[in-house]
């Protein structure tokens, strides 16, 4: 089977006590077709010293000013090659063996753009925390409650990345969600039961630290894929959506290992 190319686009910043790791997990896949690309911010810590010792494995890099993580991210696939694109923040790992899989899923399911898989939740220290199972993507389910969808567990085409328009570099916590909203308007997400990242949970992350900004740009993206809706109307669906959620999960077993 000939595995397609996949590049990762990793972006960091001041992240030099999660880097190293981040980066050993994805060099360490052994993947025969891996693009590895790093964008860092311009750090003053020790990243750069870190980038450099594995300099040798990266298709690019560069330590410099930008406009923030989503520019960091968009100028890194504007470089890319791969026929599929994924991003890892630096205080993210891939699971060992994922980039194996998701190659092969790509190969095997040739009219599929996009997958994503499950995720584990680590701490600081790099402790398992939660196993967390998700659920397919329900464009109303996530605009009302929040985004399901494993970021680093996530993996798709270039074309249809690009037929997009990419990410939308204004926003800074919420590109993501944005991206799959963007994207299930051309193609369908399709969600495996695989773990394929751990994705790591402390308090200084940005969804937590900037919790009101996070919470802004989620309403941006209600208004946009819903339309203004009334203080009312937003309650009761949010609150709707919230129960169906969690009923879906426990039918589906998501809260068991």
Sequence with gaps: MQYPKITVVTCSYNQGRFLE?????????????L???????GSTD???????KYEEYLTYWTSERDG?????????????TGEILAWLCSDDLLEKGALVEVGRF????????????????IDANSKITRYYKTLPFRRWLMLNTANYVPQPSTFWRRRAYFEVGGLDRSLHLSMDPDLWMRLAKVTQLRH????????RFYPEIKSLALKDQRLAEHRRLENIYLGNRSVG???VTRATAKVARIAWRVCVGCYWK
């Excluded at 980066?23 to 077709?33: A, F, K, R």
């Excluded at 693009?35 to 911010?41: A, R």
């Design 68 to 80: 923030g993580q989503s520019d960091a991210l968009a100028r890194g696939f504007e470089r890319s």
């Design 21 to 33: 790791e981040c980066i050993l997990s994805v060099i360490n896949q052994q993947y025969p077709n």
């Design 233 to 235: 109307a937003r309650v």
């Design 106 to 121: 790509f190969s095997e399911h040739s009219n599929v753009d996009v997958v994503f898989g499950d995720a584990i939740f």
């Design 192 to 199: 495996v039961r695989r773990y394929w990242s751990r994705m």
């Design 35 to 41: 693009e590895y690309i790093v964008m860092d911010g």
């Design 46 to 52: 020790n990243s750069v010293e870190i980038i450099r």
